[in-house]
């Protein structure tokens, strides 16, 4: 089962990299969650749609996939090479944390990387805060 579902995950990170929101999808339970740092919690199609609508190209590499206890869960360590539509191209390591449904479609994703470096370009909200 961890083959199938580890192959899984690397097409999804092959699907990104390619831009193909549609194949991204299948790979998603049609009411899956995206738990994104930057974004807070969307729906799968809203995420891709606002994350394709920023991307000028993306390269992804897998680093490591891990699987929880049970199976019923994995993490994914990549690096992402992202060009904004700006052409601003930011480069960092991040894990998506994936949970498996009925017929191994991803339920929810959640991405965690250090935030850091985004807020250094727009700007840390919590400056001068006194607590």
């Keep these: 089962m961890s083959a199938a579902r580890s192959e899984r995950i690397h097409s999804y990170f092959e699907a990104l990299t390619a831009g193909d929101i549609p194949a991204i999808l299948q790979l998603f339970a049609p009411d899956a969650d995206v ?22 190209s993306s390269k992804l590499t897998v680093l490591d996939v891990l699987f929880g206890e049970g199976g019923r869960t994995a993490a994914a360590r990549f690096q992402y090479e992202w060009v904004l539509n700006s052409g601003e191209q930011i480069v960092f390591e991040g894990v998506d944390h994936f949970t498996f449904g009925p017929g191994d479609r991803f339920v929810a994703m959640r991405i965690y990387y250090d935030t850091h470096p985004v807020r250094e370009d727009v700007g840390d909200k919590y400056a001068g805060s006194s607590r």
């Design 35 to 56: 738990h994104s740092p930057f974004l807070g919690i969307m729906k799968a199609p809203e995420f891709f749609a606002k994350l394709d609508a920023a991307s000028a």
